[in-house]
């Protein structure tokens, strides 16, 4: 149920079409256009402008320090460079971090006359790129599946099994329990194969149900549109797959399968392939379009469920059997050993409760401000002096680590924020009494330990339960939790929060949380 209405895929088409007449119109008035920005997003719009059937003039930069004379086949111009600069057209497409900046560069150049794509309508460009449409995939119809009937498959009878699984270590983690059980389920001698990004290579090296992993880097092999990407999986495949002859491969993910998954399968010479339906809910059907034509087996699944659940329910839709459905993380002993190294180094105090710190997620709309961490963790310390906090997270936490460590008594925080590997942070993780933060991949490990949870999300309540950020999707499974969040969203948001950065996570009150926190009776009072 959605009590607060559309979701960001409503519409896509007549809002894309909108804006499409919009930038036609601006580009037809003028005589010159330019982009301002060479980087991702002005070379992906730059791409999208040429496709519909305009050239342009040249990119514009601020400086032209460090940067080359030209980009994709066009020269970078400084706006002084510009003989006419008051008579030209202008397009805006550099981040909305940067946006400002350049707002006002213009200002005091006394150029009126741009086109600024906000980010909005960059999203949509972005994954109108990425869609599968009709006319594209006639190209691919040689690759085209069958359809298998699930009662006509035999687990048992699989003895090469590949996985596409290239997303976050949050997601993979959730996904083991079904490699775990589909191991279970297969012949003995099964051999699996991951394909992943490399920050997770460790996690599955150390996994007992894969046998090899293949460091897939989204960086290197990731695409802008669906063409760069079926081109660079190709060249993937052909280096790591193609050599090995698979029985099956399985696409990993329900909500929004990345289109190098698909290629990747498509490409990987697999006798089957298998994955969730792209007609599971619509903002699948739309960014999913035509992948079950690839699939020889596509799972459907519209229910609400937990991720853990969800991957499991595709193993019972093939016949398999589920003997559990916990979650597994694995360390190496010189990773506890450090771990306990760095925990005496806060206290020597028997009577301490470790309290894991997470500010900071990949996705910015998922960050709490930092100001709200630290008047959080003062009010903690007052009401629970025996409280003492680890801060955890990736190079992208310093700062805020860094803030919190400083505005803090020094013997009741200790900053790891970039400091220590995954392994590490996974042991520490294990010796804590609480976790407090964001929703990451930090949080399902802490709930493989069985910790308490405290999870600070931008999901509203009586938003989509089907939606990304949806707590009935990806809270700390089985352990005790509480989920803290907005009441209601911003306006400009909907199904939940659908801002470029943090936006309605910051309704939340530290009072709310405080709240949370004294409902797990972890500290004395």
């Known amino acids: ?32 256009i330019y982009l301002w920005g060479a980087g991702i997003i002005g070379r ?15 990119f514009l930069v601020t400086s032209k320090i460090n940067t080359s004379s030209s980009c994709e086949g066009i020269p970078i111009f400084t706006l002084n460079e510009i003989e006419d600069k008051y008579n030209i057209g202008i397009i805006l497409s550099v981040s909305v971090k940067y946006q400002q ?31 599968l449409e009709d006319k594209i995939i006639e190209r691919y ?63 599955l090296d150390l996994c007992p149900y894969i046998d090899k992993t293949i460091v897939y880097d989204p960086k290197i092999y990731m695409g802008n549109d669906w063409k760069e990407a079926a ?3 190709s060249l993937f495949a052909r280096e790591n797959l193609c050599s090995e002859k698979y029985d099956v491969v399985f696409l990993q993910g329900w909500y929004d399968i990345h289109v190098e998954s698909l290629f990747l399968a498509v490409f990987s010479n697999s006798a089957m ?22 699939l020889s087996v596509a799972v459907k699944s519209t229910s609400v469920m937990h991720e853990v659940e969800r991957n499991l329910y595709l193993l019972r839709e093939l016949g398999g059997k589920i003997y559990s459905d916990e979650m597994d993380f694995w360390i190496e002993y010189n990773d506890i050993e450090n771990a306990e190294k760095l925990l005496r180094s806060i206290s020597s105090r028997e009577k301490k409760q470790l309290v894991a710190v997470v500010p900071y997620a990949n996705d910015p709309r998922r960050i709490w401000d930092k100001s709200n961490y630290l008047k959080l963790l003062e009010r903690m310390l007052d009401k629970y002096p025996e409280s003492e906090f680890l801060i955890l997270g990736g190079l992208e936490t310093e700062e805020v680590g860094f803030m919190l460590e400083k505005e803090l008594p020094k013997d009741k925080v200790l900053n790891l924020a970039g400091k220590t590997s995954l392994g590490v942070v996974a042991a520490i993780l294990k010796k804590c009494d609480l976790y407090i933060g964001s929703n990451t991949g930090l949080t399902h490990i802490a709930a493989v330990w069985k910790i308490p949870v ?60 405080m709240q949370a926190v004294a409902e797990m009776n972890i500290f004395t009072t």
């Not at 900046?101 to 972005?126: E, P, T």
């Not at 950065?501 to 949380?513: A, F, P, R």
Request: proline share 4%.
């Open 1 to 32: 149920m959605n009590l607060f209405g559309k979701n960001r895929y409503d519409n896509f088409y007549f809002c894309l079409e909108e804006f499409n007449k919009e930038l036609r119109q601006y580009i037809k008035n003028n005589q010159k």
């Open 44 to 58: 992906s719009i730059k791409k999208y402008i040429n496709r519909m059937g305009y050239s342009l003039d040249g």
């Open 101 to 131: 900046d350049v707002l006002s560069y213009l200002h005091n150049n006394n150029i009126d006359n741009f086109f600024l794509i906000s980010s909005k309508y960059f999203d949509l460009i972005q994954k109108s790129q990425r869609i």
């Open 141 to 203: 119809r040689r690759y085209f599946m069958p359809k298998v009937k699930v009662e006509n498959i035999k687990l048992s009878q699989w003895k090469s099994i590949l996985l596409i699984c290239i997303d976050n270590i949050g997601d993979i983690i959730m996904y083991l329990p079904f490699v775990r059980e589909l191991r279970r389920n297969c012949t003995e001698g099964v051999k699996i194969t991951a394909v992943a990004q490399p920050a997770v290579k460790h996690v």
């Open 231 to 233: 081109y660079k999986s």
């Open 273 to 294: 392939r298998i994955g969730f339906s792209e007609r599971n809910m619509p903002a699948k059907a739309l960014m999913n379009k035509n992948f079950d034509k690839f």
């Open 454 to 513: 405290v999870e600070i999300i931008c999901h509203p309540v009586g938003g989509d339960l089907l939606e990304y950020s949806s707590p009935a999707r990806y809270h700390a499974w089985k352990t005790k939790n509480k989920v803290v969040r907005p009441q209601k969203p911003f306006p400009s948001c909907g199904a939940t929060c659908y801002a470029r950065g943090s936006h309605c996570i910051n309704k939340i009150t530290v009072e709310e949380v």
